[in-house]
């Protein structure tokens, strides 16, 4: 399991470091009277519906498992509820490691976002592996003329200045949403958010000039961005991304560093047996870190991250200190 501060902003707790340490120190092994997992098929349960960025990833990950173990890793769509089915489906299920959530950054902040989730996925749920990050990358249309970073923070404060400054995003709350505000909380703007129903809706609106620019991640900008219709100024993370390694971080320009890409992560029951986390994650390594695996992801605009179920534990608790941070600082709510 992990943990995380409430809605109403109470501090993290220690229970986090506990669970990852529980599967980076275990000394128990698969042998024993333990069965061999998988014993039957693997469902990976995925909160959005079919075809999306976290759909591909589950799918390539799932068929991968299926062909090393021989056994169905089958994926299930469960969109709705921002995220709230999925995880509740997972929570309520078997802790054998034949039912798992592929996570994203919301499964930290609903509980800041929700005040009547009607169940604890910090308590419920352990941290199995990093799948990728998905960068955030300041992207501007055609009212903003800027073709640099320096140029468009220029125009951005003339703008806001005189309230004519907006900007767009796949959804309320969204982490695209909250780059946003971010960037409205450390330049000191005053740019109106417009939100859409998904990033392609969002993308189609900048480029028509319906909005000024947005935080928008790079698989659905990138047909608008190679026809002209907008252009990405920056990335809002630590580096250049691999594919695009002639735009800049934010921070060359002044701006503080930090990293607004959301995740794709795989949890699972908070009882499933540590055995099976680490296999899971012994296995999950091995297939992020093959060579056609990495540029299929990259070439999607998807980081392969990986690593320990530790980091992943310690990664989610630094980034719900981060978008807590940007929520409460900008306001946001989501009705129930």
Not at 60 to 81: C, M, R, S, T, W
Not at 112 to 131: C, M, Q, T
Request: a neutral charge; proline letters at 7%.
């Amino acid at each position: 399991m992990f943990s995380f501060s409430n809605a109403k902003g109470s501090i993290w707790l220690g229970r986090l470091i506990r669970a990852g340490c529980a599967v980076g120190c275990i000394a128990t092994s698969m042998g024993g009277a333990q069965a061999a997992y998988p014993e039957r098929p693997v469902t990976i349960v995925v909160p959005f519906a079919a075809g999306g960025a976290s759909d591909i990833v589950a799918r390539v990950v799932a068929q991968q498992l299926n062909d090393e173990y021989h056994q169905a890793f089958i994926v299930e769509n469960k969109p709705g509820g921002s995220t709230q089915i999925a995880t509740r489906f997972v929570i309520n299920a078997p802790a054998d490691g034949h039912t798992l959530l592929l996570a994203t950054t919301s499964v930290i902040n609903n509980a800041y976002l929700y005040k009547n989730l009607n169940y604890d996925a910090a308590r419920s749920l352990r941290p199995v592996i990093g799948l990728v990050d998905v960068p955030a990358f300041l992207i501007v249309g055609p009212t903003m003329p800027a073709r640099t970073v320096p140029e468009f923070l220029s125009t951005a404060h003339q703008r806001s200045d005189s309230n004519k400054l907006s900007f767009g995003s796949a959804g309320t709350a969204s982490t695209l949403h909250l780059a946003g505000e971010w960037l409205n909380q450390v330049e000191h703007l005053k740019g109106v958010h417009i939100p859409y129903k998904g990033s392609g809706p969002e993308v189609v609106a900048l480029a028509s000039g319906e909005v000024d620019y947005s935080f928008e991640n790079l698989a659905p900008a990138l047909p608008q961005i190679t026809n002209g219709r907008i252009r990405v100024l920056g990335i809002a993370g630590p580096k250049r991304f691999p594919t695009l390694p002639e735009v800049p971080p934010l921070k060359d320009f002044g701006l503080p560093d930090t990293d607004m890409a959301s995740w794709f992560v795989l949890l699972a029951p908070a009882a499933t047996p540590d055995g099976v986390v680490k296999q899971l994650n012994t296995s999950i390594n091995r297939i992020l870190a093959k060579p056609e695996i990495q540029k299929r992801l990259l070439d999607l605009g998807l980081v392969p991250t990986g690593g320990t179920p530790q980091e992943l534990a310690d990664r989610m608790k630094a980034d719900s200190e981060k978008w807590i941070a940007i929520i409460k600082a900008g306001n946001i709510t989501v009705d129930q």
